[in-house]
């Protein structure tokens, strides 16, 4: 088969559709998009040359990348486009030219397959979002053929449940049928965006019925999951990998690396921490199983959202770097590096991500907000020293309004109440088209690549010169923020909440940390939107009260045996005449007592309760609690 480079520019160019070759028909036809310019006429103009349904094209893409093209970088997995067409190891990827054969045992996957069915070189197969798309649909058309069923643009899409399956490139039945109900349920809802390289695409929903029977004409293995050893929603490709609870020294204090409890009899769940590795896969899964490291409760692999369970939901994993946190939460660790971001946080991840968390969420009853789906980020410091040094992942850029699409719980973004002082604020600047400048990626003082980014900067005064605020925390003494990776003190997450102070044009200021801070929000493209709430202020004639990085018991709740636990306010304050969002009202004030390997009660393993009542606050980047004694609790204007 001869290279044909030319056919690049008459697919990116095309707006009239190309004759579809080997076409047959079963079951109703597949709904089309309007033609368009650029990469929607290139998903049109490919289904139709190779025989498969314009919105199962569409959706395969979505599923994948979303429809982003990386302009030639791969991803973790090796894939690139965005029809995510793979290479097994991007780093030794070899220029390779059409019809040259693989040699036996060469892993390389869909890029080569591409080329050999469309004659187009693997570098334009890479590099150009059209020959990309006319790709996949080849790949897509040659597994319908290899499973004996009919292609063709007018085919029903229903007919296709076993190509998609495969396009996975999962080797169990679990991920390949995971991936393929996603794109089924995309296909019903439709989906419209544009892409992180500014183009519009559009699909028209399509509800079908999808031949989920054709998943055992793939031969696939039956998968990991093992349904007595995993807490994992069906459909997530799953395994136990446990971390070791045992003594690692003479004491009975030596152990790890997690404790055993019976949540949530002794201590709610009520948060989901999500992490990222800082690190691949596979040093993740050898660090938890060292009994004296720390641990948490599932690791995730960036290619395709394998997920291992290490530590069961009722016990205690030491991930948060907060203790309490740690009593009342689970952790998730997603392979990547917060630094990098888009090239690890793949759509797999995330659609597999919130197919955990949503099972979790509704097991435990935890919300679906930011406030109890949070980042490691979000965690507070303990007492004043150890706030410097808590972790500043996922970073930003983590697409916290993507994941909470695909959790069925969007951030709020209406514009029903004015934005005016008083009122509370929910922060949603858009993810892709909000590229904000971050430094310190690679290299110190260097700015780093553009992509989008999940937060807003705050200001000392409405300018977009004025320098960023202060976090006396992170910063101690006078020092403004910055803008490097790791510098969370000046930024407004999406999904974060705060009480406007007053406005001046575009900029609105709210109440962060104990001082004012401003942000450009223009009532054209706003970046926060206004809704009911709840919010705290100081009680009558208090000038200042405390916050708390832990909702400890007071000392009298302690019995005898158990050493108080004394709780310290951290370095920041709530003002008179300030006000910050309640994000939980019902905040147990506990502490699980555990400290040794072989804990008995009624000194170790056991959880005091205390009557001292918590709020927990919207109050900076991250979380913090006010005593329910030092404030007021009043309906935002």
Not at 487 to 501: E, F, K, P
Not at 596 to 601: H, S, V
């Amino acid at each position: 088969m001869r290279r044909r480079p030319k056919i690049l520019a008459a697919l990116a160019a095309l707006a009239l559709p190309i004759a579809a070759i080997g076409v047959s028909s079963s079951g109703p036809p597949a709904a089309a998009s309007t033609p368009a310019p650029g990469l929607a006429a290139a998903f049109q103009s490919a289904a139709q040359q190779y025989g498969v349904p314009e919105p199962v094209l569409l959706a395969v893409s979505y599923a994948e990348t979303r429809w982003d093209d990386h302009q030639g970088k791969s991803s973790t997995s090796g894939g690139y486009g965005p029809m995510h067409l793979t290479a097994a190891d991007p780093s030794a990827l070899v220029e390779r030219s059409a019809g040259q054969k693989l040699a036996k045992g060469d892993s390389l996957r869909t890029l080569y397959e591409a080329s050999d069915l469309t004659g187009l070189d693997p570098v334009a197969l890479r590099n150009e979002a059209a020959a990309n798309v006319a790709g996949g649909a080849a790949v897509l058309a040659s597994y319908q053929k290899a499973l004996g069923l009919p292609v063709g643009a007018s085919t029903s899409p229903a007919s296709w449940y076993g190509a998609v399956a495969s396009y996975s490139g999962s080797s169990d039945r679990v991920g390949a049928a995971g991936f393929a109900d996603d794109v089924y349920t995309i296909l019903a809802r439709g989906a419209a965006r544009t892409t992180n390289v500014g183009q519009q695409v559009s699909m028209p929903a399509v509800a079908v019925s999808p031949a989920r029977d054709q998943l055992s004409r793939l031969k696939l293995a039956a998968g990991a999951k093992d349904a007595a050893g995993v807490e994992c929603p069906a459909g997530l490709a799953c395994e136990s990998l446990p971390a070791p609870y045992e003594s690692t020294g003479a004491t009975p204090s030596d152990y790890g690396n997690h404790d055993l409890a019976n949540r949530p009899k002794t201590g709610k769940i009520d948060y989901i921490v999500i992490h990222d590795t800082e690190g691949g896969w596979q040093g993740t899964l050898n660090l938890v199983q060292d009994p004296t490291y720390v641990s948490w409760q599932y690791t995730m692999r960036s290619s395709d959202g394998h997920t291992w369970q290490h530590v069961k939901a009722k016990d205690v994993a030491w991930h948060a770097g907060n203790w309490y946190v740690n009593m009342h939460s689970i952790g998730i660790e997603h392979e990547g590096f917060a630094a990098e971001g888009a090239t690890w946080y793949t759509e797999a991840l995330y659609r597999n991500s919130a197919r955990l968390v949503k099972y979790l969420a509704k097991k435990n009853n935890i919300p679906l907000d930011r406030a109890h789906i949070i980042g490691h980020d979000q965690v507070p410091g303990t007492i004043p020293s150890t706030v410097a040094g808590m972790h500043w992942d996922p970073g930003p850029y983590w697409d916290w309004e993507h994941y909470f699409d695909l959790l069925g719980a969007p951030i709020y973004g209406h514009k029903i109440f004015p934005v005016r002082a008083g009122s509370i604020v929910t922060v949603k600047p858009g993810f892709a088209s909000n590229v904000q400048v971050v430094t310190d990626c690679v290299t110190a003082g260097t700015a780093c690549a553009p992509q989008g980014t999940n937060f807003v900067y705050l200001r000392q005064a409405p300018n977009d010169t004025a320098p960023l605020v202060k976090d006396l925390g992170l910063r101690p003494g006078s020092s403004a923020s910055t803008t490097q990776v790791s510098d969370i003190g000046a930024r407004a997450t999406a999904g974060s909440q705060y009480v406007v102070a007053q406005r001046s044009g575009d900029w609105v200021a709210v109440w962060y940390l104990g001082a004012l801070a401003w942000f450009k929000s223009p009532a054209s493209a706003p970046d926060a939107f206004a809704k009911p709430g709840l919010v705290v202020k100081p009680k009558a004639g208090k000038v200042s009260v405390p916050v708390y990085g832990r909702a400890y018991p007071e000392e009298s709740a302690y019995p005898a045996g158990i050493p108080y636990q004394a709780v310290t306010p951290l370095q920041y304050s709530i003002g008179a005449g300030q006000a910050y969002p309640v994000s939980d009202l019902n905040i147990e004030t506990d502490y699980y007592r555990a400290t040794t390997f072989d804990g008995q009660p009624p000194t170790d393993h056991v959880q005091v309760l205390g009557k001292d009542r918590y709020y927990q606050i919207w109050f900076g980047h991250r979380m913090a609690y006010v005593r329910a004694a030092d404030v007021d609790l009043r309906p935002a204007i």
